[in-house]
């Protein structure tokens, strides 16, 4: 679910696209100009920001630039022109996708939802539950801003528990997906490196929690 404004001085395609939108599970604002669109993102945040070009007095460049000097939120932006100059002009303020009129709703939705993955992607490159931080590109865990020295298996162990948060996993299944074989002897291996695991974490090794006869599972439970 994303919440997405909608601006557009027309109330029929403001009501169009949010039937769509909230069709495909997302909430919706709305704003029939570039001043309420202006005074609506600089004090809520949104996931997505559609704009049309042509309105009153502040016009949808006008205000896109006004927003993002403030807030770095995507924008589709709705024209009726089709000058290459435009798009552009529109590109270079950072908008992120162009849509003419007239246009097909179900390929607005999905330039939307394409959008929205890929900002999802982006700000999931990171885990942060209080002191702790992983950064996921640069394989780096942190406390407190004290960056920790894990073995690559500590590491992966950590991220395979997060990645699969709330849930109790099996010996096996952590075995077989953190060291890529299926276990069938001694298995102090993995307690080992759990209880490393836990040292390195500090505070937060509480979070990762032992289901007797079961496994173990991580939880935000501080």
């Excluded at 939120?73 to 089709?82: C, E, G, H, K, Y």
């Excluded at 406390?143 to 849930?167: F, M, T, W």
């Excluded at 109790?168 to 490196?193: C, K, M, P």
Aim: aromatic share 10%.
């Amino acid at each position: 679910m994303a919440k997405i404004l909608i601006v557009d001085d027309e109330a029929r395609i403001r009501e169009m696209i949010k039937k769509y939108a909230i069709y495909d599970g997302h909430t919706c604002d709305e704003a029939d100009s570039g001043e309420m669109a202006i005074d609506l993102a600089l004090n809520k945040d949104y996931d997505i920001i559609i704009m049309d070009v042509m309105m009153g007095e502040v016009d949808g460049f006008t205000a896109c630039k006004t927003i993002k000097n403030k807030k770095d939120v995507p924008i589709i932006m709705l024209t009726a022109l089709n000058e290459e100059y435009d798009k552009v002009h529109g590109f270079e303020l950072g908008i992120d996708d162009y849509v003419v009129k007239p246009f097909s709703t179900k390929e607005l939705m999905m330039r939307i939802n394409a959008i929205l993955k890929r900002c999802n992607k982006a700000n999931n490159a990171v885990f942060e539950y209080k002191g702790l931080k992983i950064d996921y590109n640069a394989r780096v865990v942190s406390v407190d801003g004290n960056r920790l020295k894990l073995s690559y298996k500590e590491y992966e162990l950590l991220i395979y528990l997060i990645k699969n948060e709330n849930i109790a996993l099996t010996r096996e299944q952590i075995l077989a997906n953190v060291w890529n074989y299926d276990f069938y002897g001694d298995d102090r291996t993995l307690d080992t490196h759990i209880k490393l695991l836990r040292k390195n974490l500090g505070i937060y090794g509480n979070c990762i929690v032992t289901i007797r006869g079961v496994g173990y599972r991580f939880e935000k439970n501080l």
